[in-house]
């Protein structure tokens, strides 16, 4: 608890400092940072050779030639430094062994640099942010002294900063001679950091590609431990920046009944680094970001397209982007590892309701793939249901639905929350004694993120398209995919195949059926009645017998 206390008031201070007439900001060259005694201004440089906790390392020294050949120090390898950030223990956290490890095993031949500057970072929060300069500093001297040897390149080098370690990371790159390859921001320190001056804090200026996990942005008494603003050329928010899965209340609640309150304060701020881990061990399930100008509009389902690069990796396989700065990305992530989900967006059409008043509904949806079921998802409303409108939903799912069959659409009959009663009682008072609300749907389209197809769904029965509270409706695909897929021809040929008017051989080879019957070709609803009332001449299918 006392942890939690510390941090608490550390960070208020901070505000406050950051706010008054004389805040004292990282400077940028005037030499303020200086004034930390030179006993302290101690900072070392462990080359890892394993990931076992508690390692120094082979350390390295500028000017000293000899160290790099003692510890094999490969100059024409990807060379990544992790530079930590402050510390109230003195000591390294445990995530800092597993990126090692990580690291070494994605980048088997690659240098890993861990940049101690604990001694600088165990201090009040306002001194370890003016400790920043000179950290970034020593790094960008050990950087120019290895470009004296023609094999070593700046584009080869990856600073990965987590906190406060992101600006140590960004003042590096302000120093060094040349520009570095790549900047990795792990939620960079948002107290004394917000809103100032690009040269004094990470920015995209410090390195030819930079990018920003953001997964601490709320504020918490006027201060965000983490920064709130874009710094790199994109910026990744997971779940919004703010609030973590895993890190929620009963998480919070479980960790004090265990003791380990410290952890779960951390938990959000700390995720940055889990995600980046993730990137690279779980090669096989990538997540993806998607640009957007805000959370809210990501809420809505609105931003996932991949057009014009507006889609990129997160963690270490974010690629970089031209004529990019301060692009602002979104994603939904899982509690734990792997952190990738599957986004979907769904648009949903109201042409007729029954009732009067506002429709405010507790709607959830069922996905059925080829790969199994998903969980009932519910669809958060943003907005009230607009009639005659394309209502947009985000859903989310843990695991890959495969190719989507059919959509279970359900209107909560029960309310599961205090929100959800309030709307209710709501949704009483605005509308008269003895009316019922219900809705009419057609149709639910849906695009998935990571594949980019699209989808469109119709309801199972034509004939039923009314859903109320307590009650669920089927969407099966619609017509219009059998257009996509098999060509202006295919409502002709489902027909005639329905009623075994084709032969077997040209009908296959369109519908791509094994046989051609009516318990084999699933007629969508919405063609039964095109079906029962024929084709003219110019809609029969052509060239059947080709």
């Known amino acids: 608890m006392r942890s939690l206390f510390l941090l608490l ?10 706010r008054g007439a004389g805040a004292a900001h990282p400077a940028a060259g005037d030499g303020s940072a200086e004034r930390v005694p030179a006993q302290k201004a101690r900072v070392r440089f462990g080359l890892r050779s394993s990931p076992h906790a508690g390692e120094d390392g082979c350390a390295l020294a500028i000017g000293q030639r000899q160290c790099l050949e003692d510890c094999k120090f490969n100059l024409t390898a990807k060379t990544f430094f992790i530079i930590h950030g402050w510390t109230m223990s003195g000591m390294f956290e445990t995530w800092l062994d597993s990126l090692v490890s990580a690291l070494q095993e994605r980048e088997k031949d690659a240098n890993v640099v ?3 500057w604990l001694s600088l970072a165990h201090q009040l929060y ?3 942010v003016n400790n920043t300069q000179i950290v970034g500093k020593t790094i960008a001297r050990l950087l120019d002294w290895l470009q004296e040897n023609p094999l070593f390149k700046l ?7 987590y906190s406060l370690g992101a600006h140590v990371a960004g003042f590096a790159g302000n120093h060094v001679h040349g520009t570095i390859g790549r900047i990795t921001g792990l939620d960079p320190a948002g107290p004394m950091f917000e809103g100032v001056d690009p040269s004094r804090r990470l920015s995209p200026d410090d390195a030819n590609f930079v990018d920003v996990l953001h997964t601490y942005t709320r504020e918490t008494l006027g201060v965000s431990i983490g920064i709130q603003m874009p710094v790199g050329h994109i910026d990744i928010y997971p779940n919004g920046g703010d609030f973590q899965p895993g890190c929620g209340l009963s998480d919070v609640l479980g960790a004090i009944a265990y003791g380990t309150i410290g952890e779960v304060v951390k938990c959000e701020h700390e995720r940055s680094v889990h995600l980046f881990v993730d990137s690279l061990v779980n090669q096989d399930k990538q997540s993806f970001a998607f640009q957007c100008t805000d959370s809210s509009r990501f809420k809505k389902g609105i931003c996932l397209s991949c057009r014009k690069n507006r889609c990129n990796g997160i963690g270490y396989n974010a690629r970089r982007i031209r004529h990019k700065r301060n692009s602002k990305m979104y994603l939904k992530t899982r509690a734990d590892m792997p952190f990738k989900v599957y986004h979907y967006q769904m648009k949903m059409h109201v042409f007729s309701y029954k009732g009067l008043g506002e429709v405010d509904p ?8 080829t790969n199994g079921d998903s ?3 519910s669809l958060e409303m943003l907005d009230l249901i607009g009639l005659n409108a394309t209502n947009t939903f985000l859903v989310y799912t843990e695991e890959d639905m495969g190719e989507l069959l059919k959509i279970k659409l359900t209107w909560e009959g029960t309310s599961q929350s205090w929100y959800d009663l309030w709307k209710e009682l ?11 609300q219900e809705l009419h749907i057609r149709r639910i389209r849906v695009k998935s993120g990571e594949t980019q197809q699209r989808f469109a769904f119709c309801v199972e029965d034509s004939q039923l398209t009314s859903i109320s509270p307590g009650k669920e409706l089927w969407f099966v695909k619609c017509t219009e995919e059998w257009q996509k897929r098999f060509g202006k021809n295919h409502q002709a040929v489902l027909c005639m195949a329905a009623n075994n008017s084709v032969n077997e051989t040209p009908v296959q080879k369109l519908v791509d059926l094994p046989r051609v019957s ?5 007629i969508p609803a919405d063609l039964s009645q095109i079906c029962s009332e024929g084709f003219s001449k110019d809609s029969q299918p052509s060239n059947l017998g080709a």
């Open 9 to 18: 008031c550390s960070a208020v201070s901070c505000s406050l400092a950051a």
């Open 114 to 116: 861990v940049v101690d």
């Open 126 to 128: 306002t001194d370890a």
């Open 155 to 161: 584009e080869n080098v990856h600073l990965i900063g």
């Open 362 to 369: 507790t709607f959830s949806v069922t996905l059925h793939g």
């Open 375 to 377: 969980e009932p998802l």
């Open 426 to 436: 709501r949704s009483y008072w605005y509308r008269p004694m003895n009316s019922s």
């Open 518 to 522: 009516k318990d084999r070709v699933n």
